[in-house]
């Protein structure tokens, strides 16, 4: 009689949850990330994305990666002022990205391929770019300046794009506001910083696989248009939703919109050579870390956590003598270790309750 | 009257008037400590016990003496230019422009208020308010910061280099609102510390951002090599300059009826 086989015999141990998982301690993980690329020191590497993209920005710049810096912080502008005036959070100064079609939008834009909708809100008499509200964090004097600013703001968006040999791109959520007529995707809802939701100007959308993926595939033929040797690291933004607009318990909302942009990143690594997939997510927010990278509100990622998400990334792309070689030039805005994150605003509207 | 006067090379000016004019103040004795421009040591705060006596000190920062400041022993301090003065605005404008600013080829357009903020944090972190800020925790004894002459108007002769953002404020027009930008910002860096700002004598300026070119160290009729004019020194001012400086800040002095 022969011998049963098993396609599962002899494969590695961390194909096994007991030895890859169970028997791992979360902070000294082993072979969950191995790269698609090589990625060096001297890649021009533009990151954008939701909150915890900022982290990546951020450790990448202290590790001396060559990080696109095309709107710099203004001389004299203190670290705080600097995060607050979104300087030093990415790559320019587009704020958080939350959705794979604000990407592609900003692209497009930046690209002469498409405008906004309704992308002035007021408050109190001052003016702000809804496609980025949180930059100018007093508004700005008038329609005609918030203009001015984002016409100057996409010239540096496109040089961005250009540019980059790799960009670092971490999708935040699946839900969003959206102008109805034009489809405009807003990275707020509108009456959060500013503006006023009207229930006959806009509507709420929650992105499914199929949408989130085909807008991806469109920002990826775009940009391959304008740079067409860059690659893509994509990641998924490990930090839960403050606030859901479906009716539904925020946990069960939270599950659903990382599990499809998990599917859709892990897809688009699968097919695209170009494309690779970091785990920072499966590190961070699986039942493998114990929710030991939270802080006390569960959502929250501690410095421990972005350490250890990093330290895995490093792992893979530091040439350590290369480094110590160049000349690495740390902007002073990196001391802050506060990540910007408009979604937290969307907390205060619950605590009113 | 004992006054502890603080500062950089810009304080010589000061130092060379006091000199001139000392006699005619009788009641009044000011120590000059000046921070030499090689120097290496940091601000250093001395406060604890020694000998019984309870005393805080400066450490001086470069000092042309030997001893440390004792803040205890001073009836007013004057903060003299350490980089409180309307150069890191200038720097600034030549790379930002703000939405009230003429704009600008290769300057970054930002807000108004950003380009305040930003006048402010690096007025912010000047060495004349982290001295004024340290004497503020170790003193409740009045702390003047005089502010650095504005450079000579003198600054223009250059077609081009580092000061060209002056010659450009100027054909922009934005020359009288960087000072508002300047004044503003050095008013709201001291305020918090109570400290009170001594902007240079009225007499003195030429404009917004300018010093008459009589009160400077450099001459167009002295170009020869290694002059002050030739060096492109528009920032240190001479001895008419120190005089007027000298009482004008004197002039702030509460107690100053029937000192002279």
């Given at each position: ?169 971490t999708s935040g959520q699946t839900e969003a506001w959206v102008h109805t007529a034009s489809g405009t995707v807003y990275p707020t809802a509108p009456g959060t910083l500013a503006g006023s939701y009207d229930e006959a100007t806009h509507k709420f959308c929650n992105f499914d696989f199929g949408q989130i993926h085909s807008d991806f595939l469109q920002f990826r033929s775009l940009l ?130 | ?39 290496v040591n940091p601000l250093k705060i001395i406060s604890g016990s020694e000998e019984g006596e309870h005393i805080t000190r400066l450490e001086q920062i470069l000092v042309i003496k030997d001893d440390p400041i004792d803040v205890d022993v001073y009836d007013y301090f004057f903060v003299f230019a350490l980089g409180l ?176």
């Open positions: 009689m022969k011998d049963s086989v098993s396609p599962y015999k002899g494969l590695p141990m961390h194909r096994f949850w007991k030895t890859g998982v169970s028997e791992q301690t979360p902070t000294e993980m082993q072979g969950l990330y191995k790269k698609k690329f090589a990625i060096s020191p001297k890649d021009r590497i533009a990151t954008a994305g939701s909150c915890f993209a900022q982290h990546i920005s951020r450790e990448l710049m202290l590790h001396g990666f060559n990080v696109i810096d095309e709107e710099p912080v203004p001389p004299g502008l203190s670290v705080v002022d600097a995060h607050r005036f979104g300087y030093g959070l990415y790559s320019a100064r587009y704020g958080n990205i939350y959705h794979v079609k604000q990407m592609l939008q900003l692209a497009m834009e930046a690209f002469g391929e498409w405008q906004p909708a309704d992308y002035i809100w007021e408050r109190q008499g001052r003016f702000f770019d809804a496609m980025r509200p949180s930059v100018e964090p007093e508004g700005l004097p008038s329609p005609e300046a918030v203009e001015r600013h984002r016409k100057a703001h996409l010239h540096h968006v496109r040089n961005v794009l250009r540019n980059t040999d790799v960009l670092v791109f391959k248009a304008h740079n067409p040797s860059v690659r893509v690291l994509l990641t998924v933004c490990p930090v839960p939703l403050t606030a859901t607009a479906m009716p539904q318990h925020v946990l069960l909302a939270t599950t659903y919109s990382k599990s499809v942009l998990r599917a859709v990143m892990g897809q688009l690594s699968d097919n695209f050579s170009d494309i690779d997939y970091f785990p920072s997510y499966e590190l961070i927010g699986t039942p493998f870390s114990r929710g030991m990278f939270y802080s006390s509100n569960q959502r929250s990622v501690t410095q421990i956590g972005v350490q250890t998400v990093m330290r895995m990334f490093f792992s893979e792309h530091s040439n350590e003598q290369e480094l110590r070689q160049k000349n690495s030039k740390v902007a002073s805005t990196l001391s802050s270790d506060e990540v910007v994150c408009e979604d937290i605003i969307l907390q205060s509207f619950g605590e009113q309750q | 009257m004992k006054l502890c006067f603080v500062g950089n090379s810009h304080l010589g000016a000061i130092y060379r008037a006091w000199k001139l004019v000392r006699k005619e103040y009788p009641s009044i004795n000011i120590d000059l400590f000046i921070e030499r421009s090689t120097g003065s309307i150069v890191p605005v200038m720097h600034l404008y030549k790379h930002c422009r703000a939405d009230g600013h003429a704009q600008s080829e290769g300057t970054r357009l930002v807000s108004n208020e950003c380009f305040h903020a930003a006048a402010m944090g690096a007025l912010m972190g000047s060495k004349a308010i982290s001295l004024a800020r340290a004497v503020r925790e170790h003193s409740a004894k009045p702390i003047y910061v005089v502010a650095q002459a504005r450079p000579s108007e003198y600054v223009l002769d250059p077609s081009e280099g580092t000061v060209s953002s002056y010659a450009s404020a100027v054909a922009m027009r934005d020359d009288s609102s960087l000072n508002s930008t300047y004044v503003e910002a050095a008013q709201a860096v001291c305020g918090p510390l109570g400290a009170t700002l001594i902007d240079q004598p009225e007499e003195t300026l030429n404009g917004s951002l300018f010093t008459h070119g009589r009160f400077g160290v450099a001459d167009p009729r002295d170009c020869g090599e290694g002059s002050s004019y030739s060096i492109g020194d528009w920032w240190h001012m001479n001895d008419r300059y120190g005089l007027a400086s000298l009482s004008h800040a004197l002039k702030h002095l509460p107690s100053m009826e029937g000192l002279k």
